[in-house]
């Protein structure tokens, strides 16, 4: 790096792994936080996450030309899986080095979930390695909910929002008739329920699932069949919600469309509603299997703007942290022990964070193991709170401006 002392402070973002409904808020956010600083320089981005660093060429943020990004789903700066190497002089580690150099990088924000806090402890490893004067922060997100040391996660909110309207809908909808379906609803989660347990906030609208399904229970053909066969002849109607990552006794994976594994080895999961549906169907039994798949993290069009604002929240508390010096850690979101909700931020170290997904709690599922307890409203409603139309003129959702 320079060997001339600077006073203004150039800045690097990038993200990893699958986005959220509100990934993009918390780049709005560390915007704002680096424009207000007054010893602020250059604001880059990496895209597609790793790809541009390894590659030498980063994009440059007009600061001055922000476009609106709240209900943009995806990733405004492009994301990409990849686990970096734990040798710094592996020839891939000398190419984001070399990057960062070049651009003479202060500091690097890296925006994600687990996988994506261990490339940001990587990097941290390799900046200290090289005794570079660069700081690595983290800023977390995702659907799942899983980040040690995190209540809750931006992302999240905006997800079970969606679910939870999702089972409400398709709920109402098989009511029409006087004999309908099992309707059996399949969320994303593949190692923690939090997302698929948000379905019970459909009860607050008098559409109680029948049963819902976590990856933290062992699942059990035989027994979802008995039942479910039980209810729609006693009902007429049955109402299912399974996370994607449900298991059996022995921990296999009930079904999946493919064996693939992604660049962190985690098995690509789906396809376990439409399996389900068909062992419905066996029994000569109306059925349906409702895969919500990538609209649990691209649902922009409903958004808690609770969950908006504490994407911002996490990004600018980020920036703060760098202000103060800290370097090498995530920022965490939790709450505030008040009677009425408000957001608690706080830090953990990178290598705390990194690859240990959080589980839903116990006590959160019913003794059975096929449903949510009550008492996760209390957890989740707080998270789901706000609204706002994210639509344009034209009917069709408000996306900012293009790259």
Same mark, same amino acid.
């Given at each position: 790096?320079?060997?001339?002392?600077?006073?203004?402070?150039?800045?690097?973002?990038?993200?990893?792994?699958?986005?959220?409904?509100?990934?993009?808020?918390?780049?709005?956010?560390?915007?704002?936080?680096?424009?207000?600083?007054?010893?602020?320089?250059?604001?880059?981005?990496?895209?597609?996450?790793?790809?541009?660093?390894?590659?030498?060429?980063?994009?440059?943020?007009?600061?001055?030309?922000?476009?609106?990004?709240?209900?943009?789903?995806?990733?405004?700066?492009?994301?990409?899986?990849?686990?970096?190497?734990?040798?710094?002089?592996?020839?891939?580690?000398?190419?984001?080095?070399?990057?960062?150099?070049?651009?003479?990088?202060?500091?690097?924000?890296?925006?994600?979930?687990?996988?994506?806090?261990?490339?940001?402890?990587?990097?941290?490893?390799?900046?200290?390695?090289?005794?570079?004067?660069?700081?690595?922060?983290?800023?977390? $997100?995702?659907?799942? #909910?899983?980040?040690?040391g995190c209540d809750h996660t931006? +992302? *999240?909110? /905006? &997800?079970?929002?969606?679910? @939870?309207?999702?089972?409400?809908?398709?709920?109402?909808?098989?009511?029409?008739?006087? $004999?309908?379906?099992? #309707?059996?609803?399949?969320?994303?989660?593949?190692?923690? +329920? *939090?997302? /698929? &347990?948000?379905?019970?906030? @459909?009860?607050?609208k008098g559409i109680k699932p029948?049963?819902?399904?976590?990856?933290?229970?062992?699942?059990?053909?035989?027994?979802?069949?008995?039942?479910?066969?039980?209810?729609?002849?006693?009902?007429?109607?049955?109402?299912?919600?399974?996370?994607?990552?449900?298991?059996?006794?022995?921990?296999?994976?009930?079904?999946?469309?493919?064996?693939?594994?992604?660049?962190?080895?985690?098995?690509?999961?789906?396809?376990?509603?439409?399996?389900?549906?068909s062992l419905i169907a066996q029994?000569?039994?109306?059925?349906?299997?409702?895969?919500?798949?990538?609209?649990?993290?691209?649902?922009?069009?409903?958004?808690?703007?609770?969950?908006?604002?504490?994407?911002?929240?996490?990004?600018?508390?980020?920036?703060?942290?760098?202000?103060?010096?800290?370097?090498?850690?995530?920022?965490?979101?939790?709450?505030?022990?008040?009677?009425?909700?408000?957001?608690?931020?706080?830090?953990?170290?990178?290598?705390?964070?990194?690859?240990?997904?959080?589980?839903?709690?116990?006590?959160?599922?019913?003794?059975?193991?096929?449903?949510?307890?009550?008492?996760?409203?209390?957890?989740?409603?707080?998270?789901?709170?706000?609204?706002?139309?994210?639509?344009?003129?034209?009917?069709?959702?408000?996306?900012?401006?293009?790259?």
């Amino acid at each position: 790096m320079s060997t001339m002392k600077r006073t203004s402070t150039n800045l690097l973002y990038l993200q990893s792994g699958g986005p959220t409904a509100v990934i993009n808020s918390s780049f709005a956010g560390l915007v704002k936080a680096f424009q207000k600083d007054k010893n602020h320089g250059h604001f880059y981005y990496s895209h597609y996450g790793v790809k541009g660093l390894s590659e030498g060429k980063l994009v440059e943020v007009d600061l001055e030309k922000v476009p609106i990004l709240s209900f943009r789903p995806g990733s405004y700066t492009g994301s990409l899986r990849k686990k970096l190497p734990s040798d710094s002089t592996d020839p891939f580690a000398e190419k984001i080095l070399k990057t960062l150099i070049k651009y003479q990088i202060d500091v690097v924000f890296f925006n994600g979930g687990n996988d994506s806090m261990d490339s940001a402890a990587t990097l941290a490893s390799y900046v200290k390695e090289r005794n570079l004067p660069i700081k690595v922060f983290g800023i977390p $997100k995702t659907i799942d #909910n899983d980040l040690t040391g995190c209540d809750h996660t931006p +992302g *999240f909110g /905006t &997800a079970a929002k969606f679910v @939870a309207n999702s089972t409400i809908a398709i709920g109402l909808d098989d009511l029409s008739y006087e $004999k309908g379906r099992v #309707n059996i609803i399949e969320t994303m989660g593949r190692d923690s +329920g *939090f997302v /698929t &347990a948000s379905a019970v906030l @459909a009860s607050l609208k008098g559409i109680k699932p029948d049963y819902i399904y976590v990856p933290e229970v062992p699942f059990s053909i035989p027994d979802f069949l008995a039942k479910c066969k039980a209810t729609y002849s006693k009902k007429g109607h049955c109402l299912v919600v399974v996370s994607e990552g449900i298991r059996d006794k022995d921990g296999t994976l009930i079904a999946t469309d493919s064996i693939a594994k992604d660049a962190f080895n985690n098995r690509q999961v789906g396809g376990v509603g439409k399996y389900l549906a068909s062992l419905i169907a066996q029994e000569g039994i109306k059925t349906r299997g409702i895969e919500l798949s990538l609209l649990n993290r691209a649902s922009s069009f409903l958004p808690s703007l609770t969950d908006i604002k504490e994407a911002e929240g996490v990004a600018s508390e980020a920036y703060r942290c760098y202000q103060k010096g800290l370097t090498g850690v995530m920022v965490t979101l939790g709450r505030k022990k008040e009677e009425k909700y408000a957001p608690l931020y706080g830090t953990i170290a990178l290598e705390k964070a990194k690859d240990i997904a959080r589980t839903l709690p116990k006590k959160y599922i019913n003794k059975a193991g096929d449903n949510i307890s009550a008492s996760y409203i209390d957890y989740v409603l707080p998270l789901i709170q706000g609204n706002a139309i994210p639509l344009s003129n034209d009917g069709l959702l408000n996306i900012g401006e293009e790259r």
